[in-house]
């Protein structure tokens, strides 16, 4: 059993930053990447940022320069600083895990509950 929680989430004005954090517990034999992803009101989700196994990142461009991911190998937790924010960010952010949960198993895609992320201007 695994679980991902987020937290960080709220109400900020543009220009604002907000940090999310987001803490993977349970049965976990081995966490390979883990990313950031965001979904808005009547859109797709869409991926945001992703940290590999080797702490090599990737942004989507819309969030390039602004956003930093980050991660923490001894609580399992990963973060994302979100600094110069615009209304357009406003989106329930997603926390993902790829996880085994024993040797030898398969990497698992697990989720987040997901934390509102609301950006005035």
């Known amino acids: 059993q695994v679980q991902l929680v987020e937290s960080g989430g709220g109400l900020v004005q543009a220009g604002g930053s907000l940090r999310l954090s987001c803490a993977a517990s349970?049965?976990?034999?081995?966490?390979?990447?883990m990313g950031w992803y965001r979904q808005a009101p009547g859109k797709q989700r869409e991926w945001v940022a992703s940290?590999?196994?080797?702490?090599?990142?990737n942004y989507a461009d819309s969030v390039k320069g602004r956003f930093t991911i980050s991660r923490d190998y001894a609580k399992n937790m990963v973060y994302l600083q979100m600094n110069s924010l615009k209304p357009e960010d406003t989106a329930v952010y997603y926390c993902?895990?790829?996880?085994?949960?024993?040797?030898?198993?398969?990497?698992?895609?697990?989720w987040g509950q997901g934390t509102q992320v609301t950006v005035s201007s």
């Open positions: 940290i590999g196994s080797s702490i090599s990142t």
């Open positions: 349970g049965t976990i034999f081995s966490i390979n990447a």
């Open positions: 993902k895990g790829e996880i085994s949960i024993r040797r030898y198993s398969n990497l698992v895609d697990y």
